[in-house]
């Protein structure tokens, strides 16, 4: 079974500097797909990247991109020029392409935006 | 417009009542879920349809019971309800069951659930 770890339950960045999100998960597939999203006190989730595993290019948006290692079954998130509205809880999402291509979360990390 | 809404916001009842939740999304999408998160921020899925049809029904209490009136709705009725149902539960909605280079869940605002 797919498992997705985020091992900082807290990080902490001060406004307009970089912080990186940690995400590991563990898999057998090949092909699949990987997510970030965002949940701030309003508690609405909203996706902030994708990543397909096929393509060796890491996704970016605007402000955040990814680190993603295949090998290393490692996918973290960058916040560069980080605003105080990226306070909240950030999730990383695994999703099968096979199967009953459930959605396989972590446990979130929070983060905290100081001015 | 609201791309998936969810109603109540809020849910305030007694042990042992029945409640429903409902969801509608106006994206024209084929799969909708239903997730449940805990006091610990942990999101666990609980259903998902495609196109009417039951998919994902992970080990969750069978006084949990989705309905899905039409591909828009996915409506969660719980009977009996217990302490440890109290969380927040998402409704989100995807293009199609099966992966697309568009593929994104697009998830609903949430209901605070509170059993008393």
């Known amino acids: 079974a797919q498992t997705v770890t985020q091992s900082q339950p807290e990080m902490s960045v001060q406004e307009a500097e970089t912080v990186t999100l940690s995400c590991t998960y563990d898999?057998?597939?090949?092909?699949?797909?990987l997510f970030w999203y965002k949940q701030p006190p309003s508690r609405q989730m909203i996706l902030v990247i994708r990543?397909?595993?096929?393509?060796?290019q890491n996704a970016t948006e605007n402000r955040f991109s990814v680190n993603f290692q295949k090998a290393a079954k490692s996918f973290s998130l960058k916040i560069s020029d980080s605003q105080l509205g990226d306070a909240a809880m950030y999730f990383c999402?695994?999703?099968?392409?096979?199967?009953?291509?459930?959605?396989?979360f972590g446990t979130g990390t929070r983060l905290k935006v100081l001015a | 417009d609201t791309a998936v809404s969810q109603t109540p916001k809020y849910l305030v009842t007694q042990m042992g009542n029945d409640k429903s939740i409902k969801c509608e999304q106006n994206?024209?999408?084929?799969?909708m879920y239903w997730y449940k998160q805990d006091s610990k921020k942990f999101l666990k899925i609980m259903f998902s349809?495609?196109?009417?049809?039951?998919?994902i029904n992970e080990t969750v209490p069978n006084r949990f019971s989705p309905k899905s009136p039409d591909k828009a709705h996915l409506n969660l009725h719980i009977n009996s309800l217990e302490l440890g149902d109290s969380a927040v539960y998402f409704c989100?909605?995807?293009?199609?069951?099966?992966?697309?280079?568009?593929?994104?869940?697009?998830f609903g605002p949430g209901t605070r659930l509170t059993v008393l």
């Open positions: 994206l024209g999408h084929d799969t």
């Open positions: 898999t057998s597939e090949s092909d699949y797909y």
């Open positions: 349809y495609n196109n009417k049809e039951l998919i």
């Open positions: 990543q397909e595993a096929y393509k060796q």
């Open positions: 989100a909605s995807s293009q199609d069951l099966v992966v697309m280079s568009t593929d994104t869940q697009y």
């Open positions: 999402a695994y999703r099968s392409t096979s199967g009953t291509y459930k959605y396989i």
